[in-house]
């Protein structure tokens, strides 16, 4: 009788963000007064799953600057080569290379999934480095026209799989893809 083979299990990096209709996570202003309040947008359910957020210089500046409190009770790193280290309580400034920091939380074996928060330059790294397991979109019936896409362009192609399509009262979608991962990727 041949033996199962128990692959490790590993944490899932999840993003979840906004974005207009037509791609957009900002207006061409850098707004995103276009986002939609009013609903939970199952936010409870995906926090609970969650103990660590991935979190990019730019990001954590517009949200510290908005008067915005990251997550007492998770992890919170922030991406940065000119932020000072333990220059703020509620988070952890990494310095070093995103792609190497994130494989290494993936491995642990302990806790529970990562939030790919954002910004723009961390989602794109953690995509094109395929560290991106799931993809939540709340597709906000708005078109921007402009503004800072929602991938930019990647390198290559990469295929998903919906897992959930659900739209809610207020006109906004919500998308929920896991990341298919081919032989030799």
């Known amino acids: 009788m041949a033996s199962a083979i128990v ?70 790193y922030v991406f940065s080569t000119s932020l000072p280290a333990g220059a703020m309580d509620e988070v952890e400034i990494v310095g070093e290379d995103a792609v190497e920091f994130v494989s290494g939380l993936k ?27 799931e993809i939540l979109l709340t597709v906000h019936p708005v078109l921007l ?12 192609r990469q295929e998903l799989k919906l897992v959930e399509a659900k739209p809610l009262k207020n006109g906004v979608v919500m998308l929920s893809y896991r990341a298919i991962v081919r032989a030799g990727q």
């Open 7 to 76: 692959l490790p299990i590993m944490r899932l990096v999840k993003l979840s963000v906004a974005c207009s209709l037509d791609g957009f996570i900002e207006g061409p202003d850098g707004g995103i007064d276009w986002i939609r309040g009013g609903a939970d947008y199952g936010m409870g359910a995906f926090l609970a799953s969650l103990d660590t957020t991935l979190i990019g210089r730019r990001t954590f500046e517009f949200a510290r600057r908005s008067g915005n409190k990251f997550f007492p009770s998770m992890t919170n």
């Open 107 to 133: 491995k642990r074996r302990t806790g529970k999934d990562l939030w790919l928060f954002g910004g723009h330059e961390l989602i794109a790294s953690m995509l094109r480095s395929r560290l991106v397991d």
């Open 145 to 156: 026209g402009g503004g800072l896409p929602l991938f930019g362009s990647l390198a290559e």
